[in-house]
C-alpha cells in the first residue's frame, strides 16, 4: 500500500506551501520492476472540521473534502504555515479544536511541519527537548514562546527521525524531497526534482540566505566552476582550480561562492561527492572501495567518516536500506 501522507489544512493558510506535499509526494512514482509507475505516497489534504472550504492568505478559499478523521489514517502529517494561528501564534496553546483533530494521530506517524507550521507542532508537545527550525523572521519569537524547544534559525530543514521541521517556502520543496530520498532513494528524488524543475538536493544545514543582497546582473558568478568540478568529483580538485574556470582570485570565488550557494566551496564539494556516493551505493554493485573513489573519497575509510557524518550510517547499512540484498555487495 502506498505510504498516505495527510495535509492539514488550517485557515489563513499559504497556498503554495499547502501545495507543496502534493506535487513532491503526489508524483513519486515506484521504478521497481513489476510495480514501474505505481504511486509510492497517497496524498490527501484535510480540515479541522468536517469537508468544506479553508481560508488562505490570499482572496480565494480552498475547498477540502476531508475532515480530521483522515489524521487517524496517516504515516505521515506534514502541517503548512497558516497566518491564522491566533493561540497558537499568540500563545503557544492548541484551540480546542487543533487539539482534538492531533489527538486523532496514531502515536508513531511521522510528523512534518513547513514554516511557521512548526508552531502547531511546538505547541502540541512533538518538538519539547528537540531541535527544530522555522521561518527565520519567527526563529526568535518561536524561541520565546517555546523555551524547551531547541531552535536552530539557520538552516532550511531539520530532520530529528519522526519530527522533522523546515524553514519556509522553498525549503519546504527540499525537506519533501528529502523525506523521499530518505523513503526510497536518490533516483527516484531527483527524478521528483527533475519533473518539478528544482535543484533535486540542498543540504539541511545549508544557510536560509537570510539578509544576502543578490548579486547584480552584472556579475560574474561561480555557475561554469561548479559545473567543471561535478564532471570531475572523482579526481582531486583544489581550489585555485575552481578559481581559474571564472577567472577570478581564490579570495573573490570563495567570497561569491558563499554568497550564491551558502556554504563555502569545500563543504560543497563533499556534499557532492556524498550524494554522488549514495547514487553509487543504491545504483550499482561496485565495492565499497570502487565508490569511495568514484565519489573523490579516494579510499573507503574516509567515505565511512563522511557517510557516517552526513547521514549517520556507514556505506553498507546505507545500501542495504535502499538496495534488495542480492544486489548488496560488501
Known sequence: MPHRVAVLALDGLLPFELGIPARIFGRSLDPAPGNKGGKLYEVVTCSIRPPGPVRTDSDYAILVEHGPEALATADTVVIPASYELGPVFEEGRLTEELAAALALVRPGTRMVSICTGSYVLAAAGYLDGRPATTHWSSADHFQRLFPQVRVDPDVLFIDDGDVLTS??????????????????????????????????????????????????????????ARAWALGRLDRPILLRDMARQESMSVRTFTRRFREEVGVSPGQWLTQQRVERARHLL??????????????????????????QAALGVPPTVYRRTFRRASADTP
Open 167 to 224: 524553514a519556509g517556502v522553498a525549503a519546504g520543496i527540499d525537506l519533501c524531497l528529502h523525506l523521499v530520498r530518505r523513503d526510497h532513494g536518490s533516483a527516484v528524488a531527483n527524478e521528483i526534482a527533475r519533473r518539478t524543475v528544482v535543484p533535486p538536493h540542498r543540504d539541511g544545514g545549508q544557510a536560509q540566505y537570510i539578509h544576502r543582497p543578490v548579486p547584480e546582473p552584472q556579475f560574474a558568478t561561480t555557475t561554469a
Open 282 to 307: 543504491e545504483s550499482t554493485d561496485l565495492s565499497i572501495d570502487q565508490v569511495a573513489r568514484d565519489a573523490g573519497f579516494g579510499t573507503a575509510t574516509s567515505l565511512r567518516q563522511h557517510l
